[in-house]
């Protein structure tokens, strides 16, 4: 159910948000990233901070402006967005919206990798990044709330189900990446439309298809329903 406008059920309620990308450096001049916009993210920052939420977004590199009322911070690597995250706790909930890079390399050149007639390509070497909502999921200062998404191509509930018991969160909000997912030119990452499932202990429930502004609106109202309850 949405709120009336104007209503401000989470006045007093401080609420983190990832949001974007990750940069994770391989030399000064190039990085490994991925194809979030940061647009869902930011559109929940947006919708928490109309309910009256006092909303920390920590946004990975985005080509979108920082959403108004919301204390934004920016980071480029996951290990940068990790230690923001910390910093914000406690809170009384957290969003984690970020598609936060799952590998950094294991050492990054300080140098530019020249080409080297010869050499060949380099070989990357990576390592596995620090899981954020894990971390939060089960931490001394854990928020009552803690909420991930699950970007899936295939299995939707069961990879999501899997995840919330593996990282300790309330609830996985599901979306299919997948190319043929049906949602217009481009797809969910970033595109303007998504179509999610609500994966909590309490059960699944199907939304259907909407903005991502309106997902983020009526995931606001959820928060502030669990919130207040
Ligand atoms: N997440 C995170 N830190 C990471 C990786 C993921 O905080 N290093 C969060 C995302 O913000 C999202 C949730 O975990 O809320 C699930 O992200 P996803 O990429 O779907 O799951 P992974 O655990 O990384 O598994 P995989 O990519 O293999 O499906
Ligand atoms: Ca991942």
Redo the contacts with the bound molecule.
């Keep these: 159910t949405l709120l009336d406008a104007g209503a401000k059920p989470l006045a007093g309620k401080k609420v983190i948000v990832?949001s974007g990308p990750t940069h994770e450096p391989i030399d000064p001049v190039r990085y490994l990233a991925n194809r979030s916009s940061g647009k869902q993210g930011h559109a929940i920052a947006t919708a928490l901070a109309r309910l009256g939420a006092d909303v920390r977004l920590v946004s990975g590199p985005v080509a979108i402006p920082d959403p108004a009322g919301v204390d934004t911070i920016h980071v480029e690597r996951?290990q940068d967005m990790r230690e923001a995250v910390e910093q914000f706790l406690p809170a009384d909930a957290a969003v984690?919206?970020?598609?936060?890079?799952?590998w950094r390399m294991a050492d990054s050149a300080g140098e530019k990798i020249k080409k080297i007639a010869g050499k060949g390509p380099p070989l990357l070497q990576m390592v596995e990044?620090?899981?954020?909502?894990?971390t939060v999921g089960h931490h001394e200062k854990r928020p009552r709330l803690v909420i991930?998404?699950?970007?899936?191509t295939q299995n939707l509930v069961a990879?999501a189900e899997a995840?919330l018991k593996k990282?300790g969160a309330d609830i996985i909000v599901a979306n299919d990446v997948s190319h043929d997912s049906g949602i217009g030119a481009g797809g969910v990452m970033g595109g303007e439309r998504n179509r999610v499932r609500i994966v909590s202990h309490k059960g699944i429930e199907e939304w259907p298809e909407m903005s991502k502004d309106e997902v983020a609106a009526r995931l606001a109202s959820l928060i502030a329903e669990r919130l207040g309850g």
């Design positions: 990832t996951a984690f919206v970020a598609a936060v890079a799952d990044n620090p899981d954020i909502l894990a991930g998404f699950a970007a899936e990879n995840k990282k």
